[in-house]
């Protein structure tokens, strides 16, 4: 499942300015991020669903405590996420694994840290009814809710024109065409591959060159660095830990978590991950699935230990760290939306 | 405490037509919300301090548990408020009494259910550190995590220019810049007192005579529907229930919060409250300061018995709900804040 990464040895340079030129010009290797990501078919983009989806990202009346909205633990107001370990749902319930960020979501193939969602569409529907998320008892509840709603009514229609258009399937159509611009371009990564030599420091192209010659782009690669170009619902995995035996494992609980297995219990899938991906990774610290290492810097260390079986130098490992922080997009200007009410009368019971 | 209202039986008119013009056109009776609210002498408004206050009033990282905001309570997605009967902050913890609307806030002499806050500034200071809001333990802790943060170490001094202006008063400042910004004019009511007599429709003008004849202007007079203009700092408030007997009272458990007693201890101010505005109500349900009464209409006919010791008819608790719709005024475009990250680091614990 791992792209094969060509051995900096066999590369045809004379000294280090050329090796490192050529590298950090590779076009094969390094891409900017698209401008847009795909569409499906069935879920075409409008302006009008845009901002219905919009309106039902931030729709804590979508939860069973009216306290909880998508925004809530993939905060646009930060890195699309929400700074917690593992997120907090209703009545401070926890889950076990770290937000990912919304932010470009919609260049994954798959969602969710194990790949079990095909879509952004399917993805939406899991939080209004995990328990300890939104914690609605059922899709049909949150429909309930929304028609309760006039102005969602007006809206549904607009989109949908459907004669009923108020259902799960459309509010998660509008959900994921809201996150499919959700995108941030223009990080000083993607302005250095553009073309813009002054993009990125000094130390910064060397964190580059070093992130491709230790070996990260085996997994991370690619314009969203989370490996090769899949289809649509076709996930990208890797096993996490891949090198056993490493204290930080232990000590960060990182194979306590089965991974893919969790989910469809065969024993081939334990600690298969989608390989994440690093854009705007200085944003949505802490790390891992269980959001259990705090610093980015103790991430890419970890990363050297268990996945290339390398120990990295405080150095390197420095380097490579100021290189993530230039995939830093630059965040869209988001209106916040204003919700419908019911007039005189709370929907939350 | 109470503005005197001249009793309609004196007023020199002759049919009802003449009277309901009268009375609709008394422009010392209606008046319309002012443009901009009074600004204290030492916290003028500016553009960036306003940017400030807005990243603050929305920083989730303002409390324990990295999820509640003052925008979690009092969000502007939707009627500055929550939804909810009590609030829920940290851990799912529960308030005790209904969470005011923030819209136009800055108009009210002071803050809080129950008064104890004589300004905007000092009301900000109380949910960082309420625990069972955004429990943090005390503004020093709040400081320390702000200084984390490297862009506000940046957005504070540019605002107050001061060698350390990250602390509690100057952060609650520019959270109550902001919080003078959030106005909502334009209201079919403010329409109407400004000229536009198609503003309201025949039967909202019905039920404008109707909230003045029957005595709701006693208390809920001026351009907030909140009484008399008070100095800043000075509150205006009613006793409730003041008629006691009606059912109502102990089916929503009315009379359990001792009001302004319940803080100062004195027995002269039990059940003693700031009289809330009516302002943009038909956002804010549910109502009353324990959030028992889910309907407006409810809640007028509750006001009815318990304050004026009258049974108004359906028909007319009917008519002055559809006068009180019309206190809803234009919410304002609210950009999301850009909030500062640490990068590589949450500052999460």
Redesign the interface.
């Known amino acids: 499942m791992c792209l094969a990464l060509v051995p900096f040895s066999v590369l045809p340079v004379s000294g280090k300015a050329a090796l490192e030129t050529d590298v950090l010009h590779d076009s094969a290797r390094w891409q900017a991020l698209p401008d847009t990501p795909p569409v499906p078919d069935d879920n075409p983009q409008s302006e009008a669903k845009i901002e219905l989806g919009k309106a039902l990202f931030?729709e804590?009346?979508l939860s069973l405590?009216?306290?909880v909205s998508c925004n809530?633990c993939h905060?646009?107001?930060?890195?699309g996420d929400?700074?917690?370990?593992v997120s907090?749902g209703?009545?401070?319930?926890l889950g076990t694994r770290n937000a990912p960020t919304v932010w470009n979501a919609a260049f994954h193939s798959v969602q969710f840290w194990d790949g079990r969602a095909p879509s952004l569409e399917e993805q939406a529907k899991g939080p209004i009814i995990n328990p300890v998320e939104q914690g609605l008892k059922d899709h049909a509840v949150a429909i309930r809710q929304l028609k309760k709603l006039p102005g969602y009514m007006v809206a549904f229609k607009q989109v949908f024109g459907e004669k009923d258009p108020v259902n799960i399937d459309n509010a998660v159509k509008a959900i994921a065409a809201f996150e499919r611009t959700l995108i941030t371009p223009n990080s000083p990564y993607d302005r250095f591959v553009q073309g813009d030599e002054t993009a990125l420091s000094r130390t910064q192209k060397e964190g580059m060159r070093l992130f491709a010659q230790k070996g990260c782009m085996s997994c991370h690669s690619g314009s969203m660095f989370n490996g090769p170009p899949m289809p649509l619902g076709t996930g990208f995995y890797q096993r996490f830990p891949t090198y056993a035996g490493h204290e930080e494992i232990k000590h960060y609980q990182l194979d306590e978590d089965k991974g893919r297995a969790q989910t469809s219990g065969k024993d081939a899938e334990a600690h298969l991950w989608k390989v994440p991906s690093l854009r705007n990774?200085?944003?949505t610290?802490?790390y891992f699935h269980n959001g259990s290492v705090?610093?980015?810097?103790d991430a890419v260390d970890i990363m050297g230990k268990t996945q290339l079986n390398i120990a990295l130098s405080d150095n390197e490992i420095e380097i490579i760290?100021q290189f993530?922080?230039a995939l830093?997009g630059e965040?869209p200007?988001?209106?916040?939306?204003?919700?419908p009410?019911?007039?005189?009368?709370?929907?939350?019971e």
Chains 1, 2 share one sequence.
Not at 333 to 339: C, T
């Open positions: 931030f804590p009346r405590t009216g306290t809530s905060n646009l107001a930060e890195g929400d700074s917690r370990a907090m209703i009545d401070g319930k990774v200085a944003l610290a802490p705090n610093e980015l810097s760290t993530l922080f830093t965040r200007e988001i209106q916040l939306p204003k919700l009410v019911a007039m005189g009368r709370s929907i939350i």
